[in-house]
């Protein structure tokens, strides 16, 4: 176990995270941070600040993955079949002149 500090909204969060996570979770925090910036802080509180910033977030995650399930539903085996196998075809190809 390691510890990464992260500034969010100008505060230093100290968060543990497992060894070799530290990168990521620096990337969670500035994601963080730059939503907390972009909303402005105008007369609430840290926490206020961080649940409204945490809604908007798992608003576009929700959103996300609304979008992929409506792809993923809307795709055809039928259709996108001769396009994956010839893709893992070019894949097999490149893989091969990498082993050489």
Known sequence: MTNVTLQIGGRA??????????DHIRMLGATIADKVQSMGS????EP???LFAALVLADELHEARAA?????AA???DRDAPA???L???????ASHLER
Not at 42 to 45: E, R, T, W, Y
Not at 68 to 72: E, F, I, N, P, R
Not at 88 to 94: D, T
């Open 68 to 72: 992929l399930a409506d792809a993923l």
């Open 42 to 45: 105008a007369g609430q509180s």
């Open 48 to 50: 206020r600040q961080l």
């Open 88 to 94: 893992a075809s070019r894949l097999e190809n490149i």
């Open 75 to 77: 795709a055809s085996p």
């Open 13 to 22: 969060y100290t968060v543990a995270c497992d060894d070799g996570e530290e």
């Open 84 to 86: 994956l196998e010839a």
